[in-house]
């Protein structure tokens, strides 16, 4: 991997196992990701790349039977450590998930939800946070005047989107992304990836993606993971024109998937 | 006999048995209204018995109906609702949680009068609370929280995980996502036990024979024993007192179990339409 002395590590990943029950998911990870920047995480199915996004906020959490092993530092601080502040971690790193999940509450409730949640009630501010998030994801043109409307009775791109603006209403510092395209058409697709390099120069951006093209386009850096390890981790053009390994380059030429 | 016939033969069958269903339904509704309904005066709906309700109205005894059964949905609610969060959102699944799962789906089979048993032992004697509205609401509470806990946990369980990790990836409280997110998607569950549960209390006699007293005056506190209109038909018939008035609060019986579940169906219509 290149030296990247100039530039600021959000996460410092050093020998991560994870365990569900006695099956390993992640084999010895090491990996830095980078402030502002798009990582994007390739693998076959089922390589663990999902697996390892939800270390990063400790999501993993939720599943029982989880071990975990190896140091993940997140702004120098070890987010495993026993006393480690998970929430205030979730609201720093926040999620959008494969399949977008807005809460069956309006479209105005599910961006102040979280605001909410941290302790924000004046409503002018929350007013404000909702026009400010709706508008970074390109959405406010689109749902102004419906704000007090369901978010169920919005389009797949669209909920989407208000995923999106609904973590960044907590002001996150790194935004992580779980194939968060997979499920929409292109059309949904190629707005959320615009949105991504606009997003990128406020947020860092860990990414899991099953589309080549995608990693190709939108991301600075690429992860290619293979059976719970990491095979290779670079700038995104060096891998894709020059991939050190061969399996790498099987996979983005597609030889297997 | 070829499949067209063998169809045939099932679907008349299917049909009859469910037309055999619906017959005896409304037979016995029918049958109580017609005996009933004439009995149902102002003056039955406005005094108070007498000779030993022989004569005279029903008014206290609705309002002890009424009474003994929002005591029991009062207490039940929030004791239900809290185990079932507890079973569904914490609770890991051990042995001593199965084993208490169990139990209160065997509560939800023991016979009423054992929870009057019950009921008449703990609450009347032993805790001083005496014939009254308070003990027999009490032990209502116990028959119903079965009910209650099952259609709340079945509804908890309907909420998709997706919602539950929103929530908490964008730092809420396990807390602040249960109140915040999961309850509201449970209340046309909650409602429906509660639904379930009222039509178990409303209409119970065993478990109120016991504990609740059988007084004809009015209630005037949770501590004065009262009547139910399921009880009071009981004494009425089994004594032989009077069979207009037997019949007569049997059909009120029947139309207030009727406005109440007609009213929890579009309250939780609505729940379901603003969702």
């Known amino acids: ?257 | 006999m070829n499949k067209k016939s063998k169809n045939a033969i099932f679907y008349a069958i299917i049909v009859s048995l469910s037309a055999l269903a619906l017959i005896s339904l409304i037979l016995i509704v029918g049958f109580i209204l017609i005996k009933g309904l004439p009995g149902i005066t102002t003056e039955f709906l406005s005094q108070s018995p007498s000779k030993m309700g022989k004569e005279g109205g029903i008014l206290p005894i609705i309002i002890g109906t009424l009474y003994v059964t929002l005591v029991a949905l009062v207490i039940a609610t929030p004791i239900g609702v809290a185990a079932a969060i507890y079973f569904n959102e914490y609770s890991k699944d051990t042995r001593s949680v199965r084993m208490i799962r169990f139990f209160t789906e065997v509560l939800a089979g023991i016979p009423s009068i054992i929870f009057g048993l019950f009921g008449f032992a703990f609450f009347v004697v032993f805790m001083g609370l005496g014939w009254s509205v308070l003990s027999g609401g009490l032990t209502l509470t116990i028959m119903i929280l079965p009910t209650l806990i099952r259609a709340t946990e079945e509804s908890l369980k309907t909420v998709p995980m997706s919602y539950r990790e929103g929530s908490l990836s964008l730092g809420a409280t396990k807390w602040q996502t249960i109140v915040k997110v999961i309850l509201p998607c449970c209340k046309s569950g909650v409602l429906t036990g509660l639904i379930l549960g009222m039509g178990r209390a409303i209409g119970e006699t065993a478990a109120v024979m016991l504990t609740i007293g059988g007084s004809m005056r009015m209630a005037e506190s949770l501590l004065d024993p009262t009547r139910t209109m399921a009880l009071h038909l009981y004494m009425l018939a089994s004594e032989g007192i009077s069979e207009e008035k037997t019949y007569a609060t049997a059909a009120l019986l029947i139309i207030i179990v009727l406005i109440i579940n007609t009213i929890a169906n579009e309250i939780s219509r609505r729940m379901i339409k603003l969702s």
């Open chain 1, 1 to 257: 991997m290149e030296i990247r002395e100039n530039e600021e590590k959000k996460f410092d990943i050093k020998g991560l196992d994870l365990y569900y029950g006695k099956f390993q998911a992640l084999e010895k990870i090491d990996m830095d990701i980078y402030a502002n920047k798009i990582t994007a995480l390739i693998g076959p199915s089922g390589c663990g790349k999902s697996t390892f996004l939800r270390t990063l906020n400790r999501m993993n959490d939720l599943i029982p039977g989880v071990t975990i092993e190896g140091d993940i530092r997140f702004d120098d601080e070890n987010i495993y450590e026993k006393d480690y502040d998970v929430i205030n971690l979730r609201k720093k790193v926040g999620m959008v998930f494969q399949k977008a999940n807005p809460f069956p509450k309006t479209i105005y409730e599910n961006i102040v939800y979280g605001p909410r949640v941290h302790g924000e009630k004046n409503k002018e501010i929350l007013d404000h946070i909702v026009e400010r998030t709706l508008k970074e994801v390109a959405l406010w043109e689109e749902v102004k005047d419906r704000l007090n409307k369901s978010a169920l009775g919005l389009s797949g791109g669209q909920q989407q989107r208000l995923c999106i603006a609904r973590c960044l209403a907590v002001e996150p510092e790194v935004i992580l992304m779980d194939e968060p395209t997979s499920a929409l058409d292109p059309v949904a697709t190629s707005k959320i990836e615009g949105l991504l390099g606009e997003l990128a120069l406020k947020y860092t951006i860990v990414i899991v993606t099953h589309n080549m093209q995608q990693a190709g386009r939108v991301s600075d850096n690429t992860a290619f993971f293979l059976s719970g390890k990491v095979l290779e981790v670079d700038n995104t053009a060096q891998m894709f024109s020059n991939p050190r390994n061969s399996k790498t380059e099987d996979y983005i030429t597609g030889r297997f998937g």
